[in-house]
């Protein structure tokens, strides 16, 4: 089951969609609003929302008729690097060129502290067909095509996303001291187009992760990688999140790319980038100079 919103006169509407892609709307404000019934209720939110939408008909629309919005707003979106040996040795190349040294990138892959950073905050964070920001000091920009853990305060994973981690591999690879301004500026982050209930996967390790990128509507980027290919259990990288940490209801942690583009590949305004994870669903957004 997953959890999407749309736009519905003026305002957003919270729903599940069901296996059968019926969508039935729920009378919880947010996501958030559901966690906090689930708790109080001492459900999970499967369950919960079986005994709501009983007896409920579903809409009459498809989710490709919906205008779908950002399905939660996260106060915090965290992210998770260098955890797909494809992301190391990228940073590796951007940062040194081919030089065979040991960098920070190589000892953070295989150290037990995992590379955890924020991301983005509730207000710079976008949803699906919103336009992803460029940045105007930087030449060599990327989508990076992530899975998002949905977590409660508490720190139990309750959902699943899809996150696009844009970043600008000249900024970070002149100086690793520069991250924060290698990922987070306005609307540099999108998040959607649906919640995938952690109750109702089966495995959150065979998640296909399938990134495109359009130009002037052709095709010129297109990969695929699986969450088989994670270093690191997921639980691993919320511990250290959490450790003597404050979460807020409801956060994102984004699990590190597993998808980069060529080198010698930049974002340029107006191209398209999709990106579809099993199950889950396919979160597009346009490219936009600021
Ligand atoms: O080390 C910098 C960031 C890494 C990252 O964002 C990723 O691996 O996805
Ligand atoms: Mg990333």
Redo the contacts with the bound molecule.
């Keep these: 089951m997953r959890i999407i919103r749309y736009a519905e006169s003026e305002m957003s509407q919270l729903a599940a969609v069901k296996e059968d892609s019926k969508i039935y709307p729920l009378p919880y404000q947010d996501f958030q609003e559901l966690l906090k019934t689930c708790e109080e209720q001492q459900k999970n939110c499967l369950t919960l929302i079986n005994e709501v939408l009983d007896g409920i008909d579903p809409i009459q629309k498809s989710i490709d008729e919906l205008d779908l919005k950002l399905p939660i707003n996260a106060q915090e979106v965290w ?1 998770s ?4 040996l494809r ?1 190391k040795d990228a ?1 590796n190349y951007e940062s040194q060129g081919s030089e065979p040294t040991v960098s920070y ?1 190589d000892k953070v892959y295989v150290a037990e502290r995992p ?1 955890l950073f924020l991301k983005s905050t509730d207000k710079r964070t976008i949803g699906p067909n919103e336009p992803l920001y460029l940045r105007s000091d930087s030449t060599w920009q990327i989508p ?1 095509p ?1 899975l998002g853990l949905v977590i409660d305060g508490a720190g139990n994973i309750v959902g699943y996303t899809i996150g696009n ?1 844009m ?1 600008c591999r000249d900024i ?1 690879g002149e100086n690793p001291l520069y ?1 924060p301004q290698a990922k987070m500026w306005k609307h540099s982050c999108s998040i959607g187009p649906a919640i995938l209930l952690a109750e109702t996967v089966e495995d959150p390790y065979a998640f296909d992760i399938n990134c495109r990128i359009l130009r002037n509507g052709e095709k010129v980027f297109e990969d695929a990688a699986c969450t088989s290919q994670l270093k690191r259990r997921y639980e691993e990288l919320v511990e250290f999140l959490k450790r003597d940490n404050e979460l807020f209801p409801s956060t994102i942690l984004l699990t ?2 597993c998808i980069v583009p060529p080198n010698d590949f930049t974002l340029n305004d107006g191209d398209v980038v999709e990106i579809e994870i099993s199950g889950i669903g396919l979160l597009r957004n346009p490219v936009a100079a600021q």
Excluded: M, P
């Design positions: 992210a690097g260098v955890t797909y992301s940073r990138y590379e990076e992530e981690d970043s970070e991250l590190g790319t």
